[in-house]
C-alpha cells in the first residue's frame, strides 16, 4: 500500500482546460485501489472522473502525474461524442 496523494483546489484548477471546474469535492483516497480521484464537469456540463494512480505520483511526482491524468482525460472527451448534444 501507498502514501496517499491529496491535492488541494488551486492545484486541480491549474490544470483544468478552459471552461471546466470541481463537481463537487476535491477528491478522495481510495486505499484498496491505491488511487486519489474527483469528478469534474466540462463546459457542456458533462460529468467525466479524474484518477491519479499512486505508482504514477511515484514514478513522476504528484503535480506531474496530475497533469498527465488531466491531459489524457481531456484528450479522451474530445474523442467521445457527447450523446444529445449534436457533439
Do not use: F, N, Q
Not at 488551486?10 to 481510495?30: F, K, N, R, V
Request: aromatic share 6%.
Amino acid at each position: 500500500m501507498s502514501e496517499p496523494i491529496d491535492y488541494i483546489r488551486t492545484e486541480i484548477e491549474s490544470y483544468l482546460p478552459s471552461g471546466w471546474t470541481l463537481a463537487a469535492d476535491l477528491g478522495t483516497w481510495d486505499a484498496k485501489k491505491d488511487r486519489w480521484t474527483t469528478t469534474l464537469r466540462d463546459s457542456a456540463h458533462m460529468e467525466w472522473e479524474l484518477g491519479v494512480g499512486a505508482g504514477d505520483a511515484a514514478k513522476d511526482g504528484r503535480i506531474e502525474a496530475l497533469r498527465k491524468a488531466m491531459d489524457k482525460l481531456h484528450r479522451e472527451r474530445l474523442g467521445r461524442r457527447t450523446r444529445g448534444l449534436g457533439l
